[in-house]
């Protein structure tokens, strides 16, 4: 099985390819799920910083929410969520465990 493991704090949701070229995380996830690759993902969810807004989207985003609806393959993807990066290390563990433990219980 093929899986991608996606992580990210909501501050940029495209993707650079080139100097100027833009493609959007939904375009991404349907050329993976397209070659039955399974994306998880960890959404880092730290306080708001106003300053960077341009870059994240509105103050009100969810990114739990957005991290379901936008990045996760619709078939058999899963999010985490953290709330700082303290707490990444255990996220990571988690997620490894949870797609490869029942090769390693």
């Known amino acids: 099985r093929k899986i991608v493991s996606i ?5 940029q949701s495209f ?3 080139g100097n100027d070229t833009y493609e959007s995380v939904w375009i991404m996830r349907s050329r ?3 070659i039955d690759v399974q994306i998880n993902a960890i959404a880092i969810d730290i306080p ?3 300053s960077l807004a341009s870059n994240r ?3 009100t985003l969810d990114l739990l929410k957005y ?3 936008n990045v996760k393959s619709e078939d058999g993807g899963f999010v985490l969520a953290v709330e700082d990066y303290e707490t990444y290390a255990s ?5 490894l ?3 490869f433990g029942a090769c390693v219980s």
């Open 48 to 50: 708001f910083d106003e």
């Open 91 to 95: 996220a990571i563990r988690d997620q």
């Open 57 to 59: 989207g509105p103050a």
């Open 32 to 34: 993976l799920e397209a």
């Open 7 to 11: 992580s990210g704090d909501g501050r």
């Open 15 to 17: 993707i650079t390819v």
């Open 97 to 99: 465990l949870r797609v």
């Open 67 to 69: 991290f379901e609806e």
